[in-house]
């Protein structure tokens, strides 16, 4: 069994921070690449940020250099720091891994989803 818990959304004015976390636990092998989307009310679901096993990072156009994703790889936790946040950012942000289970088996598993709500 794997298990994803997030934490770290709530609400806070423009132009402040937020760092979002998300830790996994359980039978797992290896992370084999990790992520971050966020839904809005009313929007599909959207990718926000990447992180793949050997470091290399990617944004959506919308957060780069607002926006910073990393990993400690001891915890098995992602990490997102947020800053300079904007009201269009406001959403349900969810993580993401792609686990090799020590069954061998690999899966993708999702956090609970945090809520992000940026005042103007």
């Known amino acids: 069994q794997v298990h994803v818990v997030e934490s770290g959304g709530g609400l806070v004015q423009a132009g402040g921070s937020l760092r979002l976390s998300c830790a996994a636990s359980?039978?797992?092998?290896?992370?084999?690449?990790m992520g971050w989307y966020r839904q809005a009310p009313g929007k599909q679901r959207e990718l926000v940020a990447t992180?793949?096993?050997?470091?290399?990072?990617s944004y959506t156009n919308s957060v780069r250099g607002r926006f910073t994703t990393s990993r400690d790889n001891a915890k098995n936790t992602l990490y997102l720091q947020m800053n300079s946040l904007k009201p269009e950012d406001t959403a349900v942000y969810y993580c993401n891994f792609y686990i090799r289970g020590t069954d061998w088996r690999l899966k993708d598993y999702w956090g609970q989803g945090t809520q992000v709500t940026v005042s103007s």
């Open positions: 992180l793949a096993s050997d470091g290399v990072t």
């Open positions: 359980g039978s797992i092998f290896s992370i084999n690449a």
